[in-house]
């Protein structure tokens, strides 16, 4: 089993900042690509980002693309997202997950092995 915990949302003025961290424990960090998800009330689960293993290659949602940057640090077992130029469109709930040894093109929503519990993430206008 590997847990997720995710940290860092809340609310935030459009044009804003927020970095989201999830630290994960249970097994080999490495052994797993990481991802970040949202779900938007009356909204499917979509991806925002995703990071590979060695944290080489990564893969936006064309909409957060030059605004969002996913990042990993291996050594400390944590995936971040920093979030810039917040918009409002941007406001849901933020899902860490977790998939063995896969390839950030392979990925689908439906195809990860662990999840966190979310984080809310509010833009005002």
């Known amino acids: 089993q590997v847990q997720l915990v995710e940290s860092g949302g809340g609310l935030v003025q459009a044009g804003g900042s927020l970095r989201l961290s999830c630290a994960a424990s249970?097994?080999?960090?490495?052994?797993?690509?990481m991802g970040w998800f949202r779900q938007a009330p009356g909204k499917e689960r979509d991806i925002v980002a995703l990071?590979?293993?060695?944290?080489?290659?990564?893969r936006y949602a064309d909409s957060v693309k030059g605004r969002f940057t996913i990042s990993r640090d291996n050594a400390k077992n944590t995936v971040y997202l920093q979030m810039n130029r917040l918009r409002p469109e941007d406001a849901a709930v933020y899902y860490c997950?977790?998939?063995?040894?896969?390839?950030?093109?392979?990925?689908?929503?439906?195809?990860?092995?662990?999840w966190g519990q979310g984080t809310q993430v509010t833009v005002s206008s």
């Open positions: 990071i590979s293993r060695s944290g080489g290659s990564t």
């Open positions: 997950a977790a998939r063995y040894r896969t390839t950030v093109q392979a990925w689908g929503v439906t195809s990860s092995d662990y």
């Open positions: 249970g097994r080999t960090f490495s052994d797993y690509a």
